[in-house]
């Protein structure tokens, strides 16, 4: 079982059940970090901002979504 953390001041910490596959996939490209690493996914699908790399930056647009559960 996962939960969030990454340092963040005002998330809400809860267990993330398995098979979060939305999870899954931002924690692994998280930890490569480098979008143009060899093992990162074709696209980097995680680099929310843009910027080429998977970092902070990303996890703080991923949480209020992963939060809302629904796509709009
Ligand atoms: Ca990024």
Do not use: H, K, Q, W
């Not at 953390?5 to 059940?17: H, M």
């Not at 970090?33 to 843009?50: E, R």
């Amino acid at each position: 079982m996962f939960f969030i953390a990454f340092g963040a001041t005002n998330l809400t910490f809860r267990p993330v059940p398995r098979g979060d596959a939305d999870f899954v996939i931002f924690v692994a490209a998280y930890n490569i970090l480098d979008c143009s690493g060899p093992s990162m996914p074709p696209g980097c699908p995680a680099d929310l901002n843009g910027d080429g790399v998977v970092d902070d930056g990303d996890f703080i647009v991923f949480v209020p979504a992963y939060n809302e559960l629904v796509c709009p």
